[in-house]
């Protein structure tokens, strides 16, 4: 199990219309938020080494907590945790089945600590500091059941030197003292103990190296070595399988997509700096990942390929007949294998689209038993939900654009509709399809959805995410705009009533949006966007450090002026209205970001509403803090764009936000 840092993450009853008269009564009812946003019944199982147990996160007095149910028997389940303020985050079972594994940090600081928990009693024991200290799990194996090896930055902030964790006594020892240029060290059980085998340092032009250290060797050796065009990539091993024979990994040198690859063990003992992998599969697709691997020796045995959607390639046949038997299970749904049990008897399989919630199943591949374990969200099967099409749309450059389109319902109703540009951020990441809760609501509530991998996304190849580089505020907006263009000339959304709206980058491209077309844009909704990129360069967590080189690079740090890229330097600009929402312990992008380009609309007496929720940091774990957060979205977009919403009731109230700036009306 590996860990790593993201660079920039990329987020009732009684309904009543409130907006701009629709033609037609057939309306569909409103989806409640509270469905969509609220807790949901039942998430993140995770199946017993034993396939005896599961754990999994549910409501107890209105908040998500940890809980246990024997799967054989009709015991009930039983609540573990007392989370009463803050959802409990998700579990997963040591490997000898004694603990659950969770973490937690303060308000969204993002210091994370990694807790004990006694699935019999509830006990709980933190593993790691508790305070300053931003701990991430970095190995785990079942030959070592008592044992994690973790990172921490107790020392440096900048640095995680790596520990062995002993779970029982809370013990730890130095495994790993990082050095002063950030290395990235992965960790692997063989031979019998923890060693240390591989690790990589980003070089002074963004490219890496990967240096080597078999179990008997005394010093680290050269390995590998990638320009930045293939280190953005994401080219390089992974980690040996669990038998030490091969050490796999993914390559995109010399090719826009990527190849799994794996060196033998005899072959790394002697092949010095010249080690020439084994070709295992070449993809056809810009992103591929092991959907399954032997349990005892760890070799992949299918694999997914992720484009605009998914597809599964089999490298061992012998399991071909339990893919059969799951399709046939899922029906026209897909399906992915959550857990399984170390004896391959019990399988836990989640099955969902982009119309149906997730749903969990238990298959007893000895006895060829299915049975249904329960929804994530059981409500959703009440309303009708809007199907998801993929997309291949183009830009003025001839580029790729993979997107996503929801229509509204309403749609039917008569004419054009407004839309709702919903961008991701990251920016090296990608939208999905698949059911997406915010699609459902603003389609439910009038709104043609679109959501577009615009260059710069990962998983479209090499050169879509290349493409991005040193395009923020330039290109890769350009590709937004085309987006919505084609919308407009399809006949699809209104020119007068486009919205754009995102969190991180996506808030960023929203800030944008308003500032560099501002007649195109009828409204902007942004969270946790940077207004600033050279503020946000400074202002960075210092566990970032080791790849800020990558991220500047990205941004164009040397080659473009941030001010010219910086909404806040454009605010004289705008003149439409502005929706902010910041976590006021947002470590990645701080509340200032918001605070300054919200008080220069101010100054310049633009309409602006910004909220600020006291509890939280880059994006709203709690609940009740998105169901406000939406609730203002939902009357924000009424107002500006007449679309129809769910009255405030009480959510507002239940919630943590603080008015920083208000110029929408009591709904």
Not at 195 to 210: E, K, Q, T, W
Not at 396 to 407: F, I, N, Q
């Amino acid at each position: 199990m590996r860990a790593g840092a993201a660079l920039l993450l990329a987020f009732t009853a009684g309904l009543t219309f409130l907006g701009r008269p629709v033609a037609g009564s057939a309306l569909p009812p409103l989806i409640p938020r509270e469905v969509l946003f609220g807790n949901p019944e039942i998430i993140s199982v995770s199946l017993s080494p034993d396939g005896r147990w599961i754990s999994y996160l549910a409501p107890d007095k209105g908040v998500l907590n940890v809980w246990v149910q024997e799967l054989d028997g009709d015991r009930p389940a039983r609540v573990i945790t007392q989370q009463r303020d803050r959802p409990h985050r998700p579990a997963f079972w040591t490997a000898d089945g004694r603990y659950l594994i969770s973490s937690r940090d303060d308000a969204g600081d993002e210091n994370t600590v990694l807790i004990r928990i006694d699935p019999s009693t509830g006990e709980t024991r933190d593993l790691t500091p508790a305070n300053n200290v931003k701990a991430y799990l970095v190995g785990a194996d079942r030959e070592a059941p008592s044992e994690l090896v973790v990172g921490l930055n107790d020392r440096d902030p900048r640095y995680h030197d790596l520990y062995v964790v002993d779970v029982d006594s809370g013990d730890r020892r130095l495994l790993y003292r990082s050095t002063d240029d950030g290395r990235q060290v992965s960790v692997d059980w063989l031979n019998g103990a923890w060693h240390p085998v591989l690790r990589a340092r980003v070089l002074p032009d963004g490219g890496s190296s990967f240096e080597l250290k078999l179990p008997g060797d005394s010093s680290w050796r050269p390995f590998l070595q990638f320009s930045f065009n293939d280190t953005i990539s994401n080219s390089g091993p992974s980690g040996f399988t669990r038998d030490g024979r091969w050490l796999y990994g993914q390559l995109s040198t010399g090719d826009d997509l990527p190849r799994l690859v794996r060196w033998s063990r005899e072959h790394l003992e002697t092949c010095g700096t010249d080690c020439t992998p084994e070709l295992v599969h070449r993809s056809k697709a810009g992103a591929m990942g092991a959907f399954l691997s032997d349990l005892e020796t760890g070799y992949p045995t299918v694999l997914s390929e992720v484009d605009l959607r998914s597809r599964r390639v089999v490298l061992d046949p012998s399991v071909q007949p339990d893919l059969d038997r799951l399709e046939r299970l899922a029906g026209p749904n897909e399906f992915s294998v959550v857990d399984r049990d170390l004896s391959n008897r019990r399988w836990l399989v989640a099955i969902g689209s982009d119309q149906q919630g997730a749903q969990y199943w238990l298959w007893n591949r000895e006895q060829d038993e299915i049975r249904k374990l329960f929804s994530v969200q059981p409500r959703l099967d009440a309303y009708d939900l809007a199907p998801m099409e993929s997309l291949d749309l183009k830009a003025r450059d001839g580029r790729r654009l993979p997107s996503y389109l929801t229509r509204t319902p309403l749609a039917a109703e008569s004419g054009q509709h407004p839309l709702v540009l919903l961008v991701h951020g990251g920016p090296q990441a990608r939208d999905f399809w698949g059911l997406n809760p915010v699609h459902q609501l603003l389609a439910n509530r009038g709104y043609h959805v679109l959501s577009v991998n615009y260059r710069g996304s990962t998983g479209f190849g090499k050169a879509h995410l290349l493409a991005g580089e040193g395009q923020w505020y330039g290109r890769m907006q350009d590709d937004l705009v085309d987006a919505v263009r084609w919308a407009v000339d399809e006949g699809i959304a209104d020119s007068d009533r486009l919205v754009i709206m995102g969190a991180s980058y996506g808030g960023y491209a929203a800030l944008a949006g308003l500032t560099r077309d501002p007649e195109l844009f009828a409204a902007a909704i942004a969270e946790v966007g940077p207004s600033n990129v050279r503020t946000l360069l400074d202002s960075i967590p210092p566990y970032w450090e080791s790849g800020r080189t990558i991220f500047e690079r990205m941004i164009g740090v040397g080659t473009v002026d941030l001010d010219a890229i910086s909404p806040i330097r454009h605010v004289d600009r705008i003149q439409r209205p502005l929706l902010l929402g910041h976590g006021a312990n947002d470590p990645r992008v701080k509340l200032a970001e918001s605070e300054t380009i919200a008080a220069a609309m101010k100054e310049r007496q633009l309409p602006i509403d910004f909220v600020v929720f006291p509890d939280e940091g880059h994006g709203l774990s709690n609940p009740r803090n998105s169901l406000a957060m939406y609730a203002l979205v939902e009357a924000f977009l009424e107002e500006h764009v007449d679309g129809r919403m769910e009255p405030f009731g009480t959510t507002l109230e239940q919630s943590s936000f603080e008015w920083r700036l208000r110029s929408l009306p009591s709904h």
